[in-house]
């Protein structure tokens, strides 16, 4: 069964952009779609034919694999009591060939089929670092990698107080096989680190920037 997509929530200010998008007349027409590998994630091989851009005629018989591995979200925790920024670290195996293996990240979780997006961040915040959150503020959405895959990444800024530590212990799932360590940078060193492109995860990046952007205090300004 085909895994049920959400809308992505809008801000305002998105919603306007939307509105000035142009609305081109393109016609695309799917021939084909089967699935070429299905495990944890699939892989479907599509044939399709669409129109080009400017009235250029028609582009027939194109060929393309698209990854299916769901959506995801992510958050950068900040405990504004501490002013504190709250990170992880775990091996990634798609980062090993070209380093650092080792990688130290936004926390983020797959967000599981007809489940919320904040409901993935707040479930993910409790397996990997042992926070509760019911404060949390959406920053960006979008497609991770638009060319060949289908996966929307949510990202959002999650400020915490030092008493919403509550499994001081957390460290993922065991039945998952994970180990996360959670790895704390005050916010002046994060922003700094931010600022001299240290971080390899380019959701810590993204956030990181809106953080800079932020009121000192760290609350976020209103849209």
Same mark, same amino acid.
């Given at each position: 069964?085909?895994?049920?997509?959400?809308? &992505?929530?809008?801000?305002?200010?998105?919603?306007?952009?939307?509105?000035?998008?142009?609305? &081109?007349?393109?016609?695309?027409?799917?021939?084909?779609?089967?699935?070429?590998?299905?495990?944890?994630?699939? #892989?479907?091989?599509?044939?399709?034919?669409?129109?080009?851009?400017?009235?250029?005629?028609?582009?027939?018989?194109?060929?393309? %694999?698209?990854?299916?591995?769901?959506?995801? =979200?992510? &958050?950068? #925790?900040?405990?504004?009591?501490?002013?504190?920024?709250?990170?992880?670290?775990?091996?990634?195996?798609?980062?090993?060939?070209?380093?650092?293996?080792?990688?130290?990240?936004?926390?983020?979780?797959?967000?599981?089929?007809?489940?919320?997006?904040?409901?993935?961040?707040?479930?993910?915040?409790?397996?990997?670092?042992?926070?509760?959150?019911?404060?949390?503020?959406?920053?960006?959405?979008?497609?991770?990698?638009?060319?060949?895959?289908?996966?929307?990444?949510?990202?959002?800024?999650?400020?915490?107080?030092?008493?919403?530590?509550?499994?001081?212990?957390?460290?993922?799932? =065991? &039945?998952?096989?994970?180990?996360?360590?959670?790895?704390?940078?005050?916010?002046?060193?994060?922003?700094?680190?931010?600022?001299? =492109?240290?971080?390899?995860?380019?959701?810590?990046?993204? %956030?990181?920037?809106?953080?800079?952007?932020?009121?000192?205090?760290?609350?976020?300004?209103?849209?």
């Amino acid at each position: 069964m085909a895994t049920k997509k959400k809308a &992505a929530p809008k801000r305002p200010a998105a919603k306007r952009a939307e509105a000035e998008r142009p609305k &081109a007349e393109r016609k695309v027409d799917i021939t084909s779609k089967k699935t070429v590998f299905k495990g944890r994630y699939k #892989i479907d091989e599509y044939v399709f034919d669409f129109d080009r851009a400017a009235g250029k005629g028609r582009l027939t018989d194109v060929t393309r %694999l698209v990854f299916e591995r769901g959506d995801s =979200a992510a &958050a950068l #925790i900040h405990d504004v009591e501490r002013d504190v920024i709250v990170l992880t670290e775990q091996f990634r195996i798609a980062t090993h060939d070209k380093g650092p293996g080792y990688i130290v990240e936004a926390m983020a979780g797959s967000v599981e089929e007809d489940e919320d997006p904040e409901d993935c961040i707040r479930r993910e915040m409790m397996e990997e670092v042992g926070y509760r959150t019911d404060k949390l503020t959406l920053v960006s959405n979008g497609y991770a990698s638009p060319g060949s895959s289908s996966e929307r990444i949510f990202l959002y800024y999650a400020p915490v107080k030092t008493e919403d530590l509550v499994d001081p212990k957390a460290s993922g799932l =065991a &039945a998952e096989k994970e180990d996360v360590r959670r790895v704390e940078f005050k916010r002046e060193d994060f922003l700094a680190r931010v600022d001299a =492109a240290f971080f390899d995860d380019a959701k810590v990046m993204t %956030l990181g920037f809106w953080l800079m952007a932020q009121p000192k205090q760290g609350a976020p300004r209103k849209r």
